[in-house]
Nanobody
Framework: QVQLVESGGGLVQPGGSLRLSCEAS????????MGWYRQVPGKQREVVAG???????NYADFVKGRFTISRDDRWRSVALWMTDLKPEDTAVYYC?????????WGKGTLVTVSS
């Protein structure tokens, strides 16, 4: 079992920046992916960014050039640096981790982009 706890959400003005963090605990052996999804009420959860084995990363097109993902080498944490935030980035952001084909999720942290 892997437990994930997100932090760092909040209210930010358009154009501002925010850093999300996710701490992993439990049995971390075999983790091969960590990252972030987001969900707006009434819409499906969508991938934001992922950090994979061998230093590979992937990003959704709508965050390329604005968001950066980083991960602890021992899979203990993953962070998402978000810059140039837009109102449409408002969502609950969920941390995820994959281990032996299983997905684990945090409870989410709310990011609100508004003036």
């Amino acid at each position: 079992q892997v437990q994930l706890v997100e932090s760092g959400g909040g209210l930010v003005q358009p154009g501002g920046s925010l850093r999300l963090s996710c701490e992993a605990s439990g049995n971390l052996v075999g983790l091969n992916a960590m990252g972030w999804y987001r969900q707006v009420p009434g819409k499906q959860r969508e991938v934001v960014a992922g950090s994979l084995e061998h230093g590979l990363t992937n990003y959704a097109d709508f965050v390329k050039g604005r968001f950066t993902i980083s991960r602890d080498d021992r899979w203990r944490s993953v962070a998402l640096w978000m810059t140039d935030l837009k109102p449409e980035d408002t969502a609950v952001y969920y941390c995820y981790a994959r281990q032996y084909g299983m997905s684990y999720w945090g409870k989410g942290t709310l990011v609100t982009v508004s003036s």
